[in-house]
């Protein structure tokens, strides 16, 4: 039976380091990852955020970090999981295409998905001059006139990135500001290839075999008004994969699961959230790793005390420790 002592629900940043911490506190834990690990970091080109690098190309990190984690003893398992069930002994059922695995803790870093535009053309032009990352299909627009979509980091980030492939870069975003990180803003606006259109909304992406133009509307005057590009890149948010468990997890208007900041678990015994699935100020890598360490620190903890008692003591005996100023690893 594929039983374990924690279950890890994602590969990126968050899961492997619940799964490093996890081998080093030589706990049973099994990692089930949908595709391959790495989550976002195969989506980022170069990183230069993250202590220890003073620049790291994003599939390399992953790799890192993967390795380090199996040096530790990690176990992943490469399959979708479908639904997460809690049974009335507090056990979690995690349903996946290659069977069940079961644990009374669950920590969940699944991260989640681009977030749509739903205008007119995205879906038909998927894959035809609408993308969602420029580091995967970047290199399929040499030479041509591109948009991109979006006001925060991965926007600008992506932007730029784009730079190296295409003639010019459009940058578009619906409000007067960027909410990008000021030093991000600073280079795309020193980059000769980036013209920014604010308070501009794209209405429909169009074109024939593959996107040749993109129909905008001035959010200020309603004035209508066209752009011709051989590809629009969108990154207007992030939908977090917070729908697997089958017993409700309590969450903000955005999805995300809100956890105890000391100990990472939600108000379900036993399932704890790390990295982007989880309700905070930021999404970094760094916090996702921070998360994870914390929440795997308090599994850990959690499960002792569940070994001695009920699921209501182990909770318990959490937050006081929590509010005594917690452990130290």
């Known amino acids: 039976m594929n039983e374990y002592d924690i279950a890890i629900i994602g590969a990126g940043p968050a899961g492997m380091t619940a799964a490093l911490y996890a081998g080093r506190s030589k706990i049973r834990a099994v990692v089930i990852e949908a595709k391959g690990p790495g989550g976002q970091l195969l989506n980022t080109e ?61 920590i ?9 535009l739903d205008v007119p053309g995205e879906a038909e032009f998927a894959g035809r001059g609408v993308s969602y990352c420029a580091v995967c299909d970047g290199a399929f627009f040499q030479q041509l006139e591109l948009a991109v979509v979006g006001g925060g980091d991965a926007a600008v980030e992506e932007a730029m990135f784009l730079t190296r492939y295409a003639t010019k870069v459009t940058l578009i975003h619906r409000r007067e500001q960027l909410r990008a990180q000021p030093i991000l803003v600073e280079q795309a606006r020193a980059n000769p290839k980036i013209e920014f259109l604010l308070n501009t909304v ?23 008004s066209r752009l011709d590009v051989g590809g629009v890149f969108i990154f ?18 955005g999805g995300y699961y809100l956890t105890d900041p000391m100990t990472m678990m939600t108000n379900v015994p036993g399932i704890f959230a790390a990295g982007d699935v989880r309700a905070q100020l930021t999404r970094q890598i760094t916090t996702a790793v921070g998360n994870a360490t914390t929440a795997t620190i308090a599994a850990s903890k959690w499960l002792e005390e569940r070994a001695r008692g009920t699921e209501a003591s182990a909770v318990k005996v959490l937050a006081d420790a929590a509010v005594d100023g917690g452990w130290v690893a």
């Open 108 to 116: 969940v870093t699944a991260g989640g998905n681009p977030r749509k």
């Open 202 to 224: 794209v209405e429909s992406i169009e074109g024939d075999a593959k996107v040749s133009h993109l129909q905008l509307r001035d959010t200020l005057t309603g004035e209508a």
């Open 236 to 253: 207007v948010g992030f939908i977090p994969n917070t729908g697997l468990v089958a017993t409700h997890v309590d969450h903000d208007a």
């Open 46 to 106: 170069l990183i230069e955020d993250y202590p220890g690098f003073k620049s790291i190309l994003g599939g390399d990190l992953a790799a890192v970090m993967l390795a380090q984690a199996e040096h530790f003893g990690a176990e992943i398992v490469y399959s979708p999981v479908t639904r997460v069930r809690v049974e009335a002994d507090g056990m979690k059922v995690i349903e996946t295409e290659a069977g069940e695995f079961r644990a009374p803790a669950v």
